[in-house]
């Protein structure tokens, strides 16, 4: 498994005018949704093309460092409702999620599963976008993420100089994180 700048148990994250909040914090306790490889009638998408937000309407600067034809792809699938639906249906479950990671920490629970977190080198905080010291955001972002290579007594952490989209901004790591795991899978070795 590769986790790529992955969210982690007690992670703050702006919620917009200077706030933040603990993922998990609001959880209210209902149920998260069984897997499942079938659609059902309930699961189509709730709201219309029409209706999506203009800000989906142009290419996220982030993505222009793809190639012309993956940027039309990328531009096409996020005007598709479904995938704006499930985008945002996950926030309604998620957070309790981090609410049981938050009740029971994690540790050990991938037990021998190969692992590498893939951290970013520089958080990136700001004290003037934040109601939390942006020492204190990336103190606990870095205890998080150290906490997220102990899912596995089979783990490492690699720190990269990228922002969050590593699978854009460094892509040759992300690969090779990916192939150093499968090999590890596939002689049932140690990373």
Do not use: C
């Not at 990336?138 to 590593?166: P, T, Y």
């Amino acid at each position: 498994m590769v986790l790529v700048d992955a969210a982690h148990e007690g992670l703050r994250v702006g919620i917009g005018d200077k706030k933040t909040i603990r993922l998990g914090d609001g959880a209210k306790g209902t149920s998260i949704p069984a897997p499942r490889e079938e659609f059902s009638a309930s699961d189509k998408p709730r709201v219309r093309a029409e209706d999506l937000p203009q800000e989906l309407k142009t290419l996220d600067p982030i993505s222009t460092v793809l190639p012309p034809d993956e940027q039309q792809m990328h531009l096409w699938a996020q005007l598709l409702p479904a995938v704006y639906d499930a985008q945002n249906s996950e926030t309604e479950w998620s957070g309790e999620y981090f609410a049981k990671w938050l009740a029971a920490p994690q540790k050990g629970t991938l037990r021998r599963l190969p692992l590498i977190v893939l951290s970013r080198a520089d958080g990136g905080y700001s004290d003037a976008d934040s109601d939390i010291p942006a020492a204190q955001m990336e103190k606990e972002r870095k205890e998080g993420q150290a906490n997220l290579v102990l899912l596995s007594s089979n783990s490492r952490q690699v720190i990269l100089r990228s922002g969050h989209n590593m699978n854009l901004e460094a892509p040759d790591d992300v690969a090779k994180a990916i192939r150093e795991v499968v090999e590890a899978v596939r002689r049932h070795g140690k990373l």
